[in-house]
């Protein structure tokens, strides 16, 4: 029978490959760039896509998480050798923590907190799919757009991007 952690473990590995193929595209001379001035600048975005799978630590393993009190750093990557190796080492460390847990664990509480209110209060299964997962989804789509309104050439995540049909259309 395969277990919540195994499925977790899985998509962990599959939207990994997703995000490490998009990650390889940001261009390294455009972090300033940004799409609007309440937006991120591509240098950020592309570091909190990187940092995101980080989460799953804090998730599986604290009890609770507040985000001033912990000083939690925001990551912007400075080069594309960084973002890599940041991102390498997140993904390694997530896999790591939830080889090491059981569905157990992911049935009792975590806390997200900020300056001791809460944010966000769940399993810490449902905290994982919303804070690791999900969210990760959400700003690698978002870089997607970045790279796309930069006019860099996007690969398919969920099958071909339009990128990839027009090469296959041309023979490439």
């Not at 799953?56 to 050798?81: A, M, P, S």
């Not at 090491?100 to 809460?118: A, F, N, P, S, V």
């Not at 860099?152 to 339009?162: F, H, L, M, W």
Request: charged content about 30%.
């Amino acid at each position: 029978m395969t277990t919540t952690v195994q499925v977790l473990i899985d998509e962990l590995k599959y939207e990994s490959e997703n995000t490490r193929k998009l990650l390889e595209c940001v261009p390294e001379n455009r972090g300033d760039w940004r799409p609007h001035e309440k937006s991120f600048p591509l240098a950020r975005l592309s570091g909190h896509v990187a940092e995101i799978p980080g989460w799953v630590y804090h998730i599986v393993e604290l009890d609770e998480f507040d985000l001033r009190k912990n000083n939690f750093e925001r990551f912007v990557f400075e080069g594309k050798e960084q973002l890599m190796t940041s991102f390498e080492k997140k993904i390694k460390e997530a896999e790591e923590v939830l080889f090491k847990t059981t569905d157990d664990r992911l049935q009792e509480t975590w806390t997200l907190l900020m300056d001791g209110k809460i944010i966000s209060k769940n399993s810490r299964y449902k905290e994982l799919r919303k804070w690791a997962f999900n969210h990760l989804v959400h700003h690698r789509a978002q870089l997607g757009l970045y790279l796309r309104l930069l006019d860099v050439p996007i690969p398919g995540t969920y099958g071909p991007s339009a990128d990839d049909i027009l090469k296959m259309k041309a023979g490439k």
